[in-house]
């Protein structure tokens, strides 16, 4: 049984370009988050989507932006990247919206900006 | 705003011994999630904590929850190599807007000594 799966698992971007990071849940979650991950802290939380709707944002520019698929894979966008981008971008699913049973992690996508 | 502390950020210990790590939490939640994070990798879940007074236990970790304090526990008895890693507790929380949300400690990062 796959679990959540994340790509590309390593990028490396120039400041001021764009990066797509993609993200397929587990078979029968609908709801998938995204979580920035700078290296010694814990993770912060981005977006949530259910239902390929945007269920909520946390505190980031907008230069980040989301969506869901019809087959509830989501895809993560940053534009204009800053070198403060730098982090490793966790994508979780769960099967419902309140996620009853925890959320399940992908492992993540490591993003360098230079 | 929810905020998540854990201590200590730092623990050594020798193989053998037992120790706790706590999280306390600002707001009210009945929902506590406890992941492991090995050095590079992703998060992986261990126990999730579902009501006030609920305990868990695997192996040689045990996670507790007084959601009336506002506090977790993580109890280590007879810590062997193996459990070296980053434990992050994470609380969910949910939004004005009805999203669902992780708040996430700083992480401590636990080495065992032999």
């Known amino acids: 049984d796959a679990g959540v799966t994340q790509s590309p698992t390593h990028l490396i971007k120039t400041r001021g370009q764009h990066v797509t990071l993609r993200c397929s849940p587990i078979s029968g979650h609908k709801s998938v988050s995204w979580y920035q991950q700078v290296l010694g802290q814990g993770p912060q939380f981005i977006f949530q989507?259910?239902?390929?709707?945007?269920?909520g944002r946390g505190n980031f520019p907008d230069r980040f932006s989301a969506r869901q698929f019809p087959n509830y894979s989501s895809e993560l966008n940053v534009n204009a990247l800053l070198l403060g981008d730098s982090a490793l971008y966790l994508c979780?699913?769960?099967?419902?919206?309140?996620?009853?049973?925890?959320?399940?992690f992908g492992s993540g996508t490591r993003l360098t900006v230079v | 705003e929810l905020k998540v502390e854990q201590n200590p950020l730092f623990l050594s210990m020798q193989e053998g011994k037992n120790y706790t790590i706590y999280c306390n939490y600002s707001?009210?939640?009945?929902?506590l999630y406890w992941y492991r994070q090995d050095p590079g990798k992703s998060l992986e879940s261990l126990f999730v904590?579902?009501?006030?007074?609920a305990v868990k236990q695997e192996g040689r970790l045990m996670a507790s929850l007084d959601t009336k304090a506002r506090l977790s526990t993580l109890h280590i008895t007879a810590a062997v190599h193996d459990l070296s890693a980053t434990y992050f507790c994470a609380v969910d929380m949910i939004t004005q807007g009805g999203s669902e949300k992780l708040v996430f400690g700083k992480g401590t990062k636990l080495t065992v000594n032999p």
């Open positions: 707001t009210t939640s009945d929902r």
């Open positions: 979780a699913s769960s099967v419902t919206r309140t996620a009853n049973y925890g959320y399940t």
């Open positions: 904590l579902l009501s006030n007074g």
């Open positions: 989507y259910y239902e390929k709707e945007e269920r």
